[in-house]
């Protein structure tokens, strides 16, 4: 992972065979893992009357506004705070490529496997701190190239699942096309939404 950008993103290549039988099923077997990061994916608390919840959901699970907050007043980023963020973005991560069939591994709550996301902890002092206002409505474009990139990468998974039904292999270029995208996205979180940097995110999958 060789990239300038604070945040770097690689899957490694399978190698050997992979299931056919876990590929087949993908969608069923990844359902209790599914249900696993949704309940991470929100943070509830309840106020005076017990019979009223509310609900706040941000992102992946990702606390968000507490550091915009942080970084507008305080001009710091906790570190247990990018520590969460972090662990919660790799845990999805991995979910998120055992669906795309990039690796027949049941997804690991701690454990690395083969998904590799570094992000460096920022220095909250060179950040901007006007910036994290912005920074979502700065990313639209991405947000765009993204919906069609997603669209892309959903057919290349399908036909990547019909190849590893047949032949055991995901064909390589569309793993690399797959993984680019996640990678992109990635890198549009860590800007508009981790706020651990300033730099734009570049329009490119690899």
């Known amino acids: 992972m060789v990239t300038s950008y604070p945040l770097q993103f690689d899957v490694d290549f399978p190698t050997r065979p992979l299931d056919r039988l876990t590929t087949a099923l993908r969608i069923f077997a990844a359902i209790p893992i599914l249900i696993l990061l949704g309940l991470l994916s929100q943070d509830a608390f309840e106020g005076g009357d017990h019979h009223a919840t509310t609900t706040l959901a941000s992102g992946v699970g990702l606390l968000f506004v507490p550091i915009v907050l942080m970084l507008l007043f305080r001009q710091k980023y906790p570190r247990w705070w990018f520590d969460w963020n972090i662990n919660l973005l790799r845990f999805s991560n991995r979910v998120t490529v055992y669906l795309a069939l990039l ?25 901007n701190r006007w910036l994290p206002l912005v920074k979502w409505f700065l990313a639209i474009p991405h947000y765009i190239v993204l919906f069609f990139l997603g669209i892309g990468a959903l057919v290349a998974v399908i036909v990547a699942w019909f190849a590893i039904i047949f032949t055991g292999r995901y064909p390589q270029n569309l793993f690399r096309f797959v993984v680019g995208v996640i990678r992109w996205s990635n890198r549009v979180t860590a800007y508009a939404f981790l706020l651990t940097t300033d730099k734009y995110p570049p329009f490119q999958l690899s």
């Open 103 to 127: 690796d027949d591994r049941y997804p690991s709550t701690d454990e690395e496997q083969g998904v590799h996301l570094n992000l460096d902890y920022p220095d909250a002092r060179q950040l």
